[in-house]
């Protein structure tokens, strides 16, 4: 049987040794007679897991002590009504458009109050991240909305704005865990799990405690972020399996070596399919070199006519999914945190075959 490689960009690829894990607790977890679903989320076995997993991610991305860590459902679309309903009470907000998801955020809060382009980088086709001097910042705003990584058209950000007093709220789903962040630039980090995290539906609110308490009235406890936090997360029943496979992702990352370590590894598989892409023209990427995500590579065969036999071949040699977004066209390749070196290797020796074939 060929080794399989999964490049999906979500849901997406989670390490072997999880999978295998939880498998081996699927029906008794830890001595408890029960299935991780099976428990009652007030018990104390699910309370350590809930524990432990908000602790080890604190660890992880060094979660200063005034940040709340909420673990929420609907994934990080739902934020981004959250937010503006949260947030957004009598005032204005900044956002800025870097790409697909950027764009989907703008169309989801409008509903709720006044929302301002402060930069986009649309006529550009998403290629870059507008240069930061040039954002129009209102220092007035309730908090500017940036994606610090566009999963859909390979985009990340090289640094932070600064953005004064304001706060900054970012979706950071398909990097987060990726490499180390200062977690105290931020107002809001949000992370649907299914691509650095664990499976769909789950998503992570990182909140800065003072931003806690000015939702519309209109909020409802599920979705009023200060009642969440004041009942970690239990106002009603949280995605316990969810959470319970997000924490085994947080002690294999600790385990590989925590999120430097984890930097270290993507940076070295980036590398390596970007210069391969580079060193030919027969491959392609148009984004931005100090922009270019780590985690997710858009390219293009210079020949758009051999599209569907490089994505046949690919199936054949167990190079899963490689197939790009409809709205970019072309192939993507992501390799998040679980995606091992190997993979990488595997997919650019493809590439080199079937460029030298064609
Ligand atoms: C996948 C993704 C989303 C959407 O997440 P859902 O779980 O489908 O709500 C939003 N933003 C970014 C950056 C993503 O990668």
Not at 265 to 276: G, M, Q, R, S, V
Not at 299 to 327: I, P, T, V
């Amino acid at each position: 049987m060929v080794k399989i490689y999964n490049f999906s960009a979500g849901p997406a690829v989670l390490p072997k040794s999880v999978l295998e894990r939880a498998q081996a607790e699927m029906l008794d977890w830890h001595g408890s007679g029960m299935s991780v679903m099976e428990m009652s989320h007030r018990g104390k076995e699910f309370t350590s897991i809930l524990e432990k997993s908000e602790a080890d991610l604190r660890t992880l991305l060094s979660v200063p002590s005034n940040y709340k860590v909420l673990f929420l459902q609907g994934g990080a679309i739902a934020e981004n009504a959250m937010i503006p309903l949260n947030l957004l009470v009598d005032k204005t907000a900044d956002y800025v458009v870097t790409g697909s998801w950027s764009k989907r955020s703008v169309e989801d809060a409008c509903v709720f109050g006044q929302i301002d382009i402060a930069a986009s980088s649309e006529a550009e086709n998403f290629t870059h991240v507008p240069a930061y001097a040039s954002w129009k910042l209102n220092k007035n705003a309730a908090y500017v909305h940036i994606c610090t990584n566009e999963t859909i058209n390979g985009v990340e950000f090289d640094g932070l704005p600064n953005t004064g007093d304001v706060p900054i709220v970012a979706d950071m789903s398909s990097h987060i865990l990726s490499r180390p962040i200062d977690v105290s630039k931020f107002g809001v980090i949000y992370a649907g799990a299914q691509k650095n995290i664990g499976p769909a539906g789950l998503c992570i609110v990182i909140v800065r405690d003072d931003l806690l308490g000015r939702a519309s009235k209109q909020t409802s406890a599920v979705f009023n972020w200060k009642t969440q936090a004041d009942n970690h997360s239990m106002i009603n029943t949280p995605p316990t399996y969810s959470i319970y496979i997000a924490g085994l992702v947080f002690e294999w990352l600790l385990k590989q070596g925590g999120v430097a370590e984890i930097e270290r590894k993507n940076i070295a598989k980036a590398k390596l399919l970007y210069d391969y892409i580079d060193s030919t023209d027969f491959y392609s990427n148009n984004i931005k070199v100090q922009n270019r995500s780590r985690m997710n590579i858009p390219f293009f065969l210079a020949d758009e006519s051999l599209n569907n036999a490089f994505l046949e071949g690919a199936n054949q040699a167990g190079l899963l999914q490689l197939k790009g977004h409809r709205m970019v066209g072309g192939m993507r390749a992501s390799i998040y945190n679980a995606m091992p070196i190997e993979g990488v290797q595997a997919l650019v020796a493809y590439m080199k075959d079937f460029a030298s074939n064609h």
